[in-house]
T-cell receptor, first 113, second 114 residues
Framework: AQSVTQLDSQVPVFEEAPVELRCNYS??????LFWYVQYPNQGLQLLLK??????LVESINGFEAEFNKSQTSFHLRKPSVHISDTAEYFC???????????FGTGTSLTVIP | DTAVSQTPKYLVTQMGNDKSIKCEQN?????MYWYKQDSKKFLKIMFS???????INETVPNRFSPKSPDKAHLNLHINSLELGDSAVYFC?????????????FGEGSRLTVL
């Protein structure tokens, strides 16, 4: 089985400041890793994913995440946030031999003008 | 063309009533899911169907009954609604067998039980 821990439930940050949303996972098998974003009153959208290859993956809106196998982490970063980044962010894992997603409890990112 | 669509988007109903939420995906995925998101934004998986067969059935009251008439549809029927059922219910689909399992979500159905 797998599990996901998002260490911060709420992260307030000023506009144009950098941000890191932390995610750690545990798994006995190889995993695929995902970050989903949920804007207010909307569904979840895929932000970025790690399947294989380069451990650094990027999204189209400036977020990036790095897969660290030794630390079993997949932290999400952005060097300069915008007001429009205010949302709930979910880290998730999918075991390559399983059939279930495991979500973290979410991190609420609030960008302050 | 919406990939995962669920209806209705909003339901407001009285305790004790029965309601259904419908979900359809046009992605050709083999697996569909129902998730419940509570007021704290926690996502809890309720059910999962793979090729019309129930494969995940978490601890959910038996008032909740999923039905999958075919691979592209997964409906959720709820009997005798209770106040605690108020939440946002998300349908999702993915390609599990030979795929990455990446989930595609519908926009959610907000259920309010009065």
């Amino acid at each position: 089985a797998q599990s996901v821990t998002q260490l911060d439930s709420q992260v307030p940050v000023f506009e144009e400041a950098p941000v890191e949303l932390r995610c750690n996972y545990s798994s006995s098998v190889s995993v695929y890793l995902f970050w989903y974003v949920q804007y207010p009153n909307q569904g979840l959208q895929l932000l970025l994913k790690y399947l294989s290859g380069s451990t650094l993956v990027e999204s189209i809106n400036g977020f990036e995440a790095e897969f660290n196998k030794s630390q079993t982490s997949f932290h999400l970063r952005k060097p300069s946030v915008h007001i429009s980044d205010t949302a709930e962010y979910f880290c998730a894992v999918f075991g390559r031999t399983g059939n279930q997603f495991y979500f973290g409890t979410g991190t609420s990112l609030t960008v302050i003008p | 063309d919406t990939a995962v669509s669920q209806t209705p988007k909003y339901l407001v109903t009285q305790m004790g009533n029965d309601k259904s939420i419908k979900c359809e995906q046009n992605l050709g995925h083999d697996t569909m899911y129902w998730y419940k998101q509570d007021s704290k934004k926690f996502l809890k998986i309720m059910f999962s169907y793979n090729n019309k067969e129930l494969i995940i059935n978490e601890t959910v009251p038996n008032r909740f009954s999923p039905k999958s008439p075919d691979k592209a549809h997964l409906n959720l029927h709820i009997n005798s609604l209770e106040l605690g059922d108020s939440a946002v219910y998300f349908c999702a689909s993915s390609h599990v067998t030979g795929g990455t399992g990446e989930l595609f979500f519908g926009e959610g159905s907000r259920l309010t039980v009065l």
